[in-house]
Structures are given as C-alpha cells and as structure tokens.
C-alpha cells in the first residue's frame, strides 16, 4: 500500500498530522492497522490485553484524531517506502500551570521495520517538534516495566524519573512496574 500524505514533511521520512481533516480513510486505516499488529504482539502502546479488534482500535484512534490541534496534540508518523512504518501521539494539557511540559503517547512501529532505526527516528523527531514548533521544554512519558523500554527510551536521552512498583497487572501474577520518564530541557 502506498500512501499519499497531504501534509508537509518536515524530515526524510517522517510527517506529522495536526489536525483531524488532515485524516485521509487510508491514513486512518494504515494506523490502525500499525496499533493493532503491536498490541496484539503484547506492545505495551496503550491496549495491555490482546487480542485486539479494528473496531477497539479505531474507537480509541477516533479520539486521538477529534483531539488533534497544533498546540496540544499532533501525531508524529514515520513513512517507509510511502507507508506508514511507526507513530506516537505528542500531547500538551492546555492549563497554564503545565503548559510547559507535554506528554508522548502510543509509541510504536510495525514489528516488521523493528531494528531499523525508525522508532529512535521518531523518537528524537518529537524531541524537535516538542521544542521548536510546540514550545515544549520537557516531555514525559510513562512506560511498561520488563520489556526493555527503560534501556530503549534511554539511550536516547530520557532519564527514569520514578516507578509505581507492581502498578500494571497484565495478568494474574504478572504485575509490572509503570516507569516514569521524561526528557528534560529539550
């Protein structure tokens, strides 16, 4: 499949979406596809309990997309080959209090571009669009315990700030830590 994005690249390879009509039928559909072959692979990217269906996953993208707006959530999308490789979703909260620090959400990538560099790509380009075009000046993120993620999210600059032990139960027996991360200053 191959997609026609009608939105401005801003790096090789990667394009952001900032608002809902920007949201062609085949985008949608490409991640959905993408959220759902992760979560039902046991990726910790906002379903814990595969097996997932389209229409879970679409009801929940459906919320992303009807949130979309320059200044408090965009989603971040990796093409390869013209298709859709990865993508979180970079939000901000808009009370004044907070609206300094945002939050990276659903980060994934189809498992079978895993190893190629394209979520750190993805990684260190909401890092950027954090910074320079959403005035961000720190991003967090919270991420499943026991999978690696820790190590991941660290080498590319996120610091583990705190942990809720045992905080996620995937199962009976199998209680996981929720890692608090963030990247700081940006």
């Known amino acids: 499949m191959t997609l026609v994005l009608r939105t401005s690249s801003n790096a090789a390879g990667l394009t952001q979406i900032v608002n809902p009509h920007e949201i062609t039928d085949e985008l949608k559909q490409a991640l959905v596809d ?4 992760v979560s039902n692979a046991g990726g910790a990217a ?17 919320r992303i997309i009807k949130d979309l707006a320059p200044t408090t959530s965009r989603l971040l999308i990796a093409l390869s080959d013209g298709t ?3 993508w979180p979703n970079i939000r901000r909260d808009p009370h004044p209090l907070i609206t300094h620090w945002g ?3 659903h980060v994934q990538t189809w498992l079978s571009v895993r190893g190629q ?3 750190a790509a993805l990684m260190r380009r909401a890092r ?4 320079d075009e959403v005035g961000l000046e720190q991003l967090h993120l919270a991420a499943r315990g ?3 993620l820790e190590e991941f999210y660290g080498r590319l600059g996120w610091k583990e700030i705190g942990r809720w032990p045992g905080a996620l139960r995937l199962a009976k027996g199998d209680d996981r830590d929720e890692v608090l991360m963030v990247l700081s200053p940006l």
């Open 34 to 37: 993408c959220w759902t072959e």
């Open 46 to 62: 906002g379903f814990p309990f595969p097996q997932v269906d389209a229409a879970e996953v679409t009801a929940a993208l459906d």
């Open 103 to 105: 939050t990276l959400h």
């Open 84 to 86: 859709v490789a990865g």
């Open 146 to 148: 026991g999978v690696g």
């Open 117 to 119: 560099g394209i979520g």
């Open 128 to 131: 950027e669009v954090a910074r």
